[in-house]
């Protein structure tokens, strides 16, 4: 079946091929055209198309109740349209053949253009070969955009500025879940707090941090870094940089000389963050430390953000991972 639907094809697209004359007999006897069947067959080629461009606006739509179903249906009407586009073309529009041998194969140049004679005469059927071929293009290339539309979904590439704007801006305090600004003594050593930007929404993927103390002689931060821990007090997005889940964990060594260090942990798929070298990865699937937040202590005490995040935040798409902040 594969086979005749690939002859099929072979045949539409060489149907109008200029053909040298030939003083033989046609090897494959001339049938009549068959206007019905070409007009189905654009039917069926139009119908792909426009279930290919819908799959893409369902794809785009993600606020459809039943978006997987209908992006099912989409494609479903599609192959199912092509199929039965080649089906027709094989089985009513290219001449049938029976032999009582097999072709032998080609030996000479001049037996191969004899081959290519014979598929030419096998799309003498068509009388609209020109417009089936654009149908055919135009099918092939609405296809072939709904089949990469999804590596959308690995993430922007080219548009990753924005992705650094964030509810943190210099001078904003840090807040508990009721409001309360968290000031420096507040931040224990044997736990890690969360804090909010005050006057921001807390829905906003970049709003929730992460707090800890260490011992400031065991924080060893990237270049640059040198003043965004006052006090031992760090702060990191507790968006996790695997799939955006929240760092809800903090791994606190019971006994130093044997346990491993502290650690924020994500418990979803176990990426582990360590706070002392600027969230980098410890385990796990993460691809990329934690953005870490600078922060400063004002005159009374309180923790203010001190500057931008260190990169973006969520999950570790291949366009962030390869680009540079450019401001």
């Not at 922007?156 to 500025?161: I, Q, V």
Request: net charge positive; with cysteine; proline share 9%.
């Amino acid at each position: 079946m594969i086979g005749r639907w690939l002859a099929a094809l072979a045949a539409l697209w060489i149907s109008k091929r200029p053909r040298r004359r030939r003083a033989e007999p046609a090897v494959v006897a001339p049938a009549a055209p068959s206007p019905g069947s070409e007009l189905l067959v654009l039917a069926l080629l139009g119908l792909a198309t426009l279930g290919a461009i819908a799959f893409i606006v369902f794809y785009g739509l993600d606020r459809l109740g039943a978006q997987t179903q209908l992006m099912g249906l989409a494609l479903g009407v599609t192959f199912a349209s092509l199929a039965g586009a080649l089906i027709v073309i094989a089985h009513r529009l290219v001449p049938q053949e029976e032999l009582s041998e097999e072709y032998p194969e080609p030996e000479h140049r001049h037996e191969q253009q004899d081959v290519l004679e014979i598929v030419g005469e096998s799309g003498s059927r068509f009388t609209r070969g020109r417009l089936l071929k654009v149908a055919a293009l135009g099918t092939g290339g609405a296809l072939t955009a709904a089949l990469i539309t999804p590596a959308v979904s690995l993430g922007p590439a080219f548009d990753l500025d924005r992705l650094y704007d964030t509810p943190w801006d210099r001078g904003r305090r840090l807040v508990d879940h009721k409001g309360r600004p968290w000031r420096a003594r507040d931040i224990g050593s044997d736990t890690f707090y969360t804090a909010y930007p005050e006057g921001k929404s807390w829905d906003d993927l970049a709003a929730p941090l992460v707090l800890v103390r260490l011992d400031p002689a065991s924080i060893e931060l990237p270049d640059g870094r040198a003043n965004w821990a006052p006090g031992g007090i760090l702060a990191y997005s507790k968006t996790c940089t695997h799939a955006s889940c929240a760092i809800s964990l903090y791994r606190k060594p019971l006994f130093e000389p044997t346990s491993p260090r502290p650690a924020l942990v994500c418990p979803c798929h176990y990426s582990t963050f360590d706070p002392a070298t600027g969230g980098t990865v410890l385990f796990g699937p993460a691809g990329r430390p934690l953005p870490q937040l600078p922060i400063m202590i004002d005159g009374n005490g309180e923790l203010r953000a001190a500057g931008p995040f260190s990169a973006p935040v969520g999950a570790s798409w291949w366009g962030v991972k390869m680009r540079k902040r450019s401001t």
